[in-house]
């Protein structure tokens, strides 16, 4: 079974301070990895994605995301938090025809 | 290419009413989704379509629930005899081939039973 755990529904950064945000899966087999992020009353961006290569990929608005197999891990980074990143943030793990999201975590940029 | 359009943004009911949402896709993807949204939850799966054929539908897609997408293009999802815990944003994305190329999303219609 596939499943996607993000924790800490709710997390405040300082702006400038590093944003990190954390996604662990559980796939019975290799997975494709992404991460999207929502705005209110809007529907989700794609921020970046893992397939194959490169462990550590880059998206856009400055974030990137390491893939830890051993970890089983897809942690979302961001060296400066900006006020414009305040949004909930999904991690998705996509198997086959479908992708299994996360319960999402909604990012607050303290002034 | 406009993305992934929904319409309506917005649409409030009376219990039992029968509602229906469109969703318009990239027009190059064959594959198109759609996910219901609740508060404070991430999308979770309804149904699939490659090209005109469903091919797969969550258990979450009761028996009032019902997609199509009649020539391949656009869809719709209609649900019959709504209640209030159909209240929730329906989401459509698109994608070309495999998950590996990730999904589009339309900005959603949110859906409140009333």
């Known amino acids: 079974a596939q499943s996607v755990t993000q924790l800490g529904s709710h997390v405040s950064v300082s702006e400038g301070a590093l944003v990190l945000l954390r996604c662990n899966y559980s796939s019975s087999v290799p997975p494709y990895l992404f991460w999207y992020v929502q705005y209110p009353n809007q529907g989700l961006q794609l921020l970046l994605k893992?397939?194959?290569?490169?462990?550590l990929v880059k998206g856009i608005n400055g974030f990137e995301a390491e893939f830890k197999k051993s970890e089983t891990s897809f942690h979302l980074t961001k060296p400066s938090a900006h006020m414009s990143d305040a949004a909930e943030y999904f991690c998705?793990?996509?198997?086959?025809?479908?992708?299994?999201f996360g319960t999402g975590t909604s990012l607050t940029v303290i002034p | 290419d406009t993305g992934v359009s929904q319409d309506p943004r917005h649409k409030i009911t009376k219990r039992g009413q029968n509602v229906t949402f469109r969703c318009d896709p990239i027009?190059?993807?064959?594959?198109l989704y759609w996910y219901r949204q609740t508060l404070g939850q991430g999308p979770e799966f309804l149904t699939y379509?490659?090209?005109?054929?469903?091919?797969?539908k969550s258990r979450l897609l009761s028996d009032r629930f019902s997609a199509e997408r009649p020539k391949g293009s656009f869809s719709t999802l209609e649900i019959q005899r709504t209640e209030q815990g159909d209240s929730a944003m329906y989401l459509c994305?698109?994608?070309?081939?495999?998950?590996?190329?990730?999904?589009?999303f339309g900005s959603g219609t949110r859906l409140t039973v009333v």
């Open positions: 893992y397939t194959t290569g490169a462990t």
């Open positions: 027009s190059e993807h064959n594959r």
């Open positions: 994305a698109s994608s070309q081939k495999t998950g590996a190329y990730g999904y589009t």
């Open positions: 998705a793990v996509s198997v086959g025809n479908q992708f299994y």
């Open positions: 379509f490659q090209n005109e054929a469903q091919l797969e």
